[in-house]
């Protein structure tokens, strides 16, 4: 199975305060094997089932069934242990997922971990018209919301757009980390047309201007993802399931969890 890291080629504070964004598929759901028990420690996951199941089982027995059109927002804070659970549904059809790491400020990362499990009937559908509509998975755009409540602000929302069509997207000021990944077709960004996104490719744009455009450059169908967050300007100290913001907090993660001691404060889990 091949996963897509989308923001490998860039730097730590080009993409502030996301950490990583990871396409799986679309494969075949019958073809993606489990994924073992394992820790976390300061950051948020996300993980977005645009297409197919999975399931989660974490340290406490505690489990998470995600269905198609599911977000989950996995505020992991302080520590967390879990891996694949038990599957109810039997695979079929295609399976395409994307997991979104979100940094946490030095403040949050030892609070109580709490997942947001969120319907995918609770997420606002936007009709932009001129053939773009879009799925506010995370955030507020306009004069509607997300019901997922986050500790930073920062927007998530999943476009598509049909052929010859395009998209003007108000940007906040405030969140001046922008970031679009192309999962389907072509986009063309901002007033040079020859500036091509292709699927597969992921672009980081600029900090200044109130607007974003985007057109439809292919014959088919776009589809792209539209990540924007306000920078949080604090060290980035990765290791394996780790973020922190120095090597002696990562030391304490990994004493924490050779010593039992990592998920000491129970994960809550909320359903949206």
């Known amino acids: 199975i091949t996963i897509r890291d989308c923001l490998a080629p860039f730097e730590d504070a080009a993409i502030d305060p996301f ?25 948020v996951e996300v993980p977005y089932v645009k297409e197919g199941h999975a399931s989660m089982v974490d340290h406490w027995g505690e ?3 995600l269905t198609q059109g599911m ?15 038990a599957i109810t549904k039997k695979p ?12 946490l400020p ?11 499990d969120v319907q995918a009937a609770s997420m606002p559908e ?3 018209g001129a053939g773009s509509r879009a799925k506010l998975l995370v955030g507020r755009y ?3 919301a997300s019901p997922v409540q986050t500790v930073t602000p920062l927007q998530y929302l999943d476009f598509t757009v049909a052929p010859g069509g395009e998209h003007l997207h108000a940007a906040d000021p405030e969140l001046a980390t922008r970031i679009l990944f192309v999962y389907q077709g072509e986009a063309a960004v901002g007033t040079d047309p020859r500036t091509a996104v292709q699927a597969g490719q992921t672009a980081v744009l600029g900090r200044e201007g109130d607007s974003i455009r985007v057109v439809n450059a292919g014959d088919g169908p776009l589809g792209f993802l539209l990540l924007s967050g306000r920078p949080l300007g604090e060290p980035v100290v990765k290791h394996g399931p780790f973020v922190m913001t120095s090597r002696e907090e990562i030391k304490q993660a990994f ?3 050779q010593a039992g001691t990592l998920c000491e404060k129970r994960c809550k889990y909320v359903k949206l």
């Open 126 to 128: 936007l009709d932009f």
């Open 106 to 116: 030095k403040e949050h990362k030892l609070s109580s971990p709490c997942f947001q």
């Open 19 to 43: 950490l990583m964004l990871h396409e799986l598929g679309p494969v075949e759901a019958r073809t993606v094997g489990t994924l073992g028990m394992h820790p976390h420690r300061g950051f």
């Open 255 to 257: 004493a924490d969890f």
């Open 63 to 65: 489990t998470a069934e």
């Open 142 to 144: 306009n004069s509607r």
């Open 71 to 85: 977000l989950q927002w996995g505020h992991v804070g302080s520590g967390i242990e879990h891996g694949s659970g």
């Open 92 to 103: 079929e059809g295609n399976m395409h997922v994307f997991q979104m790491w979100v940094n």
